[in-house]
């Protein structure tokens, strides 16, 4: 049988031709799930077509996840859904609550035809780059959200740029990619300085920093805080062995910790928002209700997901700094 047709007198680009061809033996039943693709040069050979216009149309059959391909063994059909447009590759550092709201409003804001896969790093510099390198190819976009990884400039050079968005951080070394990104050196400086005439009915202000998964610009923002007010302070990078005193106002970056200190302050007898102080990072429903109400610093997650979505496919590639904004409440 004939999969592939291609007439040089329409006016419809000879790849575009060489994709409809294999949409429409998708369609009819004649591929399915599996089935080998004709090799790049018995149609080119057949058509008289240069190799470059064959590999066109089926890199773009790739992109959308249609087809894969086997090194040494040629093109095979992956996906009979031929009305995705276009194939997005989303890693996330990890899954909580925020990442939830931003990675739902970006998929509300992506037309229908659009697929979104979402991969996970957890912070591991490995798995981090054999995710991307093993996917070098297979999508029409790639947004990543890096962390402080030394080299990340390197492993996503692999991609095209023009394909590549940044997410919730960004550095020098990653400026010219397009980006939807927290300022966190200047949103940590900001909110504690709004927040001042709270924390000084405390003692010291001690920041929990474990240097691996927080962005560094939450030290450089609170160490600029720090030198302002001059209150005494402390960056430690666990809870393991600390045991809260009266008088203490604790920055928490991530939830996990903030249970742990939590139910910390109960082993001791102190209550929170008189005895000892919390600010949060990054806003949830349950930091509204648990404990009458935990202050928090945070950026507007679905607003940083509409943004991505909105400027993939704008084509308008620019750096967007998110907003950020401190909600006090009765742990402070």
């Known amino acids: 049988m004939n999969l592939v047709t291609v007439h040089s007198k329409l006016d419809i680009p000879k790849y575009k031709q060489i994709v409809k061809s294999i949409e429409n033996a998708i369609q009819t039943g004649e591929l399915v799930k599996g089935d080998k693709l004709p090799s790049i040069n018995t149609i080119k050979d057949e058509f008289g077509l240069s190799r470059d216009t064959v590999l066109m149309a089926f890199n773009e ?7 894969h391909s086997i ?40 037309d229908d035809n659009v697929q979104v896969d979402i991969f996970f790093h957890h912070f591991n510099f490995e798995l981090f780059s054999k995710l991307i390198f093993d996917n070098v190819g297979n999508y029409s976009y790639y947004v990543i959200m890096p962390v402080n990884f030394k080299n990340t400039a390197a492993v996503l050079s692999n991609l095209p740029d023009d394909k590549v968005f940044i997410l919730d951080q960004t550095s020098d070394e990653l400026k010219h990619y397009p980006a939807v990104y927290q300022n966190f050196e200047a949103d940590i400086y900001s909110s504690l300085r ?28 609170f160490q600029r805080f720090k030198k302002e007010m001059s209150i005494t302070n402390e960056v430690i990078s666990s809870l393991e062995k600390r045991i809260p005193q009266r008088g203490e106002v604790y920055l928490v970056l991530d939830d996990q910790n903030l ?21 949060s990072y990054n806003d949830t429903m349950l930091k509204e209700v648990v404990e009458d109400g935990i202050t928090t610093i945070s950026t507007d997650f679905k607003l940083m997901g509409r943004n991505l979505a909105k400027m993939i496919f704008s084509g308008e590639h620019k750096q967007i700094e998110n907003p950020n904004y401190l909600i006090i409440r009765k742990s402070l």
């Open 259 to 279: 249970i742990k200190l939590i139910k910390k302050i109960k082993s001791v007898g102190l209550k929170l928002g008189e005895d000892i102080g919390i600010i």
């Open 71 to 110: 090194a040494g063994k040629g093109y095979y059909v992956k996906s009979t859904d031929i009305n995705v447009t276009q194939k997005i590759f989303l890693l996330f550092d990890e899954l909580n609550a925020f990442k939830e709201d931003l990675y739902n409003s970006f998929l509300e804001t992506l």
């Open 61 to 67: 059959l790739k992109t959308r996840g249609i087809v």
């Open 194 to 221: 709004a927040a001042k005439m709270h924390i000084r009915k405390y003692n010291k202000l001690i920041l929990l920093f474990p240097e691996t998964k927080q962005p560094l610009g939450m030290l450089t923002g």
